[in-house]
């Protein structure tokens, strides 16, 4: 998969320096964001294609910013992280429209296969952040990504 955007939003200021660096690495186009407003920011200024958000952030919870993010840009794709096994958050997630959730810790190879799962439905919905127009590129009969429990 090509380069594409990604916020990382996660309180813990290590966490997301760390996942910025690795992803980068692999290819991917990085920023990150250590709080609910600070990523509400970021989305309202610029267009990302997937957003990785976790769940419990103090002062503005995750399924919240969720809600703003899909308010403000319905076609950035997110995966929601948490190292919370919170069924009801991850159900909330979804509700509100995130493609994907995970539990923490994560294996920086499923993350970076469900951060491309999401881009593939991003993709195949005709938008990408840098405004191209793409075809379905899923393939035929792939199931949706879903929450991992």
């Not at 910025?20 to 294609?49: F, M, W």
């Not at 919370?84 to 429209?97: I, M, N």
């Not at 993350?111 to 993709?123: F, I, K, S, T, V």
């Amino acid at each position: 998969m090509g380069c594409f955007r990604v916020l990382v939003v996660d309180d813990e200021e290590d966490f997301v320096a760390t996942m910025v660096k690795r992803l980068e690495r692999r290819g991917l186009s990085c920023q990150g964001a250590t709080s609910g407003p600070e990523a509400v920011r970021r989305i309202a200024d610029e267009d990302y294609d997937v957003v990785l958000l976790d769940v419990k952030i103090p002062g503005m919870d995750g399924v919240e910013i969720l809600r703003r993010i899909k308010a403000a840009r319905p076609a950035t794709q997110v995966v929601m992280l948490t190292g919370h096994a919170s069924v009801e958050a991850g159900r909330a997630g979804l509700a509100q429209g995130a493609c994907d959730y995970l539990l923490k810790p994560v294996e920086l190879e499923s993350l970076y296969e469900a951060l491309c799962g999401a881009m593939n439905d991003r993709a195949s919905q005709g938008a990408t952040a840098a405004g191209e127009r793409r075809s379905d590129e899923r393939e035929k009969g792939a199931p949706r990504r879903g929450w991992r429990g």
